[in-house]
């Protein structure tokens, strides 16, 4: 799975096309969480969106941290200053 079409998925989310819902959260900064059917697993640091550290598409096709260093990008890299807000804002306790 490329990191473009992960990148699409968060924002889709970030531009209120797909909802987001926020499956669980984690003490070492992780949240889970679903955008239409994809399942992804995000790294915050002190409330800031760090990076993507899995992804599991709707068909079940994964990738991860290992994948994404290979190319060095990771799919959050690709947000927009205003993207990467609206996540963090919807990401928010």
Do not use: F, K
């Given at each position: 799975?490329?990191?473009?079409?992960?990148?699409?998925?968060?924002?889709?989310?970030?531009?209120?096309?797909?909802?987001?819902?926020?499956?669980a959260?984690?003490?070492?900064?992780?949240?889970?969480?679903?955008i239409?059917g994809?399942?992804?697993?995000?790294?915050?640091?002190?409330?800031?969106?760090?990076?993507?550290?899995?992804?599991?598409?709707?068909?079940?096709?994964?990738?991860?941290?290992?994948?994404?260093?290979?190319?060095?990008?990771?799919?959050?890299?690709?947000?927009?200053?205003?993207?990467?807000?609206?996540?963090?804002?919807?990401?928010?306790?």
């Amino acid at each position: 799975m490329n990191t473009r079409t992960i990148y699409q998925c968060l924002r889709d989310a970030a531009l209120g096309i797909h909802a987001l819902s926020i499956e669980a959260r984690h003490d070492q900064g992780l949240v889970d969480i679903v955008i239409n059917g994809w399942r992804l697993t995000l790294a915050l640091d002190n409330e800031s969106l760090a990076h993507c550290v899995h992804c599991q598409s709707a068909d079940g096709e994964q990738s991860g941290l290992e994948d994404w260093q290979r190319y060095g990008s990771n799919p959050v890299d690709l947000l927009s200053l205003w993207e990467r807000t609206q996540l963090e804002r919807l990401l928010a306790p």
